[in-house]
């Protein structure tokens, strides 16, 4: 792949350390945004004998990231990995609707802070996104949002973002959890929405598969292949 970071980094020495590491590794530095006198962003995991895990995130210019910083008109690429820009939900949305209106692919990272914004906020993003990356405390997030969502969302919706987060299980190889959540979205989806309904059975035959389950993964192919 050829590729390429888009971030703001300040001027100091983190960030030609941030730059030194992007060339070695063949990444582009052009789309760089080097603000004079800034800081660039870093963070410091600390963890406990017991596995147990906290991060100390200081964003510094790139706390500050706005839509001036991304110039989409100039970009001609297949995928985009979108990270967390600091609970900024609007510029998320900016960014997966290009990306959505010129047939690109997105591979989104939500952190906490776009998380914590709720189902209504996120919602109508996850249709356009093609790969959802979370971890744990972030699937547990997106699982209250669920639950609030059952209380007051169409079963339409509530069938996306369980299809997400079963896909977020399925990249933690959590694949029992992974099948129970797309089982429920395959459940929830209207029976007129066959390309949705066939790449869920898809995804349930793959976590069949790695769930050591050959007859669900054939029982899910043949549906598959059926619509």
Same mark, same amino acid.
């Given at each position: 792949?050829?590729?390429?970071?888009?971030?703001?980094?300040?001027?100091?020495?983190?960030?030609?350390?941030?730059?030194?590491?992007?060339?070695?590794?063949?990444?582009?530095?052009?789309?760089?945004?080097?603000?004079?006198?800034?800081?660039?962003?870093?963070?410091?995991?600390?963890?406990?004998?017991?596995?147990?895990?906290?991060?100390?995130?200081?964003?510094?210019?790139?706390?500050?990231?706005?839509?001036?910083?991304?110039?989409?008109?100039?970009?001609?690429?297949?995928?985009?990995?979108?990270?967390?820009?600091?609970?900024?939900?609007?510029?998320?949305?900016?960014?997966?609707?290009?990306?959505?209106?010129? +047939?690109?692919?997105?591979? @989104?990272?939500?952190? =906490?802070? &776009? %998380? /914590?914004?709720? #189902?209504?906020? $996120?919602?109508?993003?996850?249709?356009?996104?093609?790969?959802?990356?979370?971890?744990?405390?972030?699937?547990?997030?997106?699982?209250?949002?669920?639950?609030?969502?059952?209380?007051?969302?169409?079963?339409?919706?509530?069938?996306?973002?369980?299809?997400?987060?079963?896909?977020?299980? +399925?990249?933690?190889?959590? @694949?029992?959890?992974? =099948?129970? &959540? %797309? /089982?429920?979205? #395959?459940?929830? $989806?209207?029976?007129?929405?066959?390309?949705?309904?066939?790449?869920?059975?898809?995804?349930?035959?793959?976590?069949?598969?790695?769930?050591?389950?050959?007859?669900?993964?054939?029982?899910?192919?043949?549906?598959?292949?059926?619509?």
């Amino acid at each position: 792949f050829k590729t390429a970071a888009l971030a703001r980094i300040g001027d100091d020495a983190s960030g030609e350390e941030v730059k030194t590491d992007l060339k070695r590794f063949g990444v582009s530095t052009d789309l760089l945004r080097v603000v004079k006198g800034g800081q660039t962003a870093f963070g410091t995991q600390l963890t406990m004998q017991d596995g147990e895990r906290s991060v100390l995130i200081f964003r510094g210019v790139s706390a500050s990231f706005s839509k001036s910083d991304i110039p989409l008109t100039k970009l001609t690429i297949k995928w985009i990995y979108l990270t967390s820009l600091g609970g900024n939900v609007a510029l998320a949305r900016m960014v997966i609707e290009f990306a959505a209106g010129r +047939g690109m692919f997105v591979a @989104w990272n939500p952190g =906490r802070p &776009e %998380l /914590e914004k709720g #189902l209504r906020a $996120l919602s109508h993003l996850f249709p356009f996104v093609h790969v959802l990356n979370m971890n744990r405390e972030e699937a547990a997030l997106l699982a209250q949002a669920l639950a609030l969502g059952e209380r007051f969302r169409p079963p339409a919706e509530l069938a996306v973002l369980r299809a997400r987060r079963g896909t977020a299980f +399925g990249r933690l190889a959590m @694949w029992a959890e992974a =099948r129970c &959540e %797309l /089982e429920l979205a #395959l459940g929830e $989806l209207p029976p007129t929405n066959s390309e949705q309904r066939t790449q869920l059975l898809v995804d349930l035959s793959a976590a069949s598969f790695y769930a050591l389950d050959l007859a669900g993964t054939r029982t899910y192919a043949q549906e598959a292949v059926s619509l």
